[in-house]
């Protein structure tokens, strides 16, 4: 199983942006599908975003389309979350997840999909 670090969190105002990048290590992620969570305190952890294992194909949670991209590089074993329009709401640690496979993204938002998980980043947005 791969090995996944996140990066890129931090302290912004709302309306802000940031981007979130996870690297991969013991292997590459190119035979992997990826995605994003969340958890909020309090909260339980929640599906944010998934891509496929060639790119072809993402899916989102309704409280992000819209505003939350998605994507992969496999030369540099990256996945990453681009996020723009930052609410308060989107406060949380993200973490970043894998399972390897072919199928495509919609297949892959529930935490028992994945089967590697990173420590997480946190994410702050002021109001």
């Known amino acids: 199983q791969v090995q996944l670090k996140e990066s890129g969190g931090g302290l912004v105002q709302a309306g802000g942006s940031l981007r979130l990048s996870c690297a991969a290590s013991e292997g590459t992620i190119s035979s992997y599908g990826l995605g994003w969570f969340r958890q909020a305190p309090g909260k339980e952890r929640e599906f944010v975003a998934s891509i496929s294992w060639s790119g072809s194909s993402t899916y989102y949670a309704d409280s992000v389309k819209g505003r939350f991209t998605i994507s992969r590089d496999n030369f540099s074993n990256k996945v990453y979350l681009q996020m723009n329009s930052l609410k308060p709401e989107d406060t949380a640690v993200y973490y970043c997840?894998?399972?390897?496979?072919?199928?495509?993204?919609?297949?892959?938002?529930?935490?028992?999909?994945?089967?590697?998980w990173g420590q997480g980043t946190q994410v702050t947005v002021s109001s």
């Open positions: 997840a894998a399972r390897m496979g072919y199928r495509s993204a919609n297949n892959y938002y529930r935490e028992t999909d994945f089967g590697s």
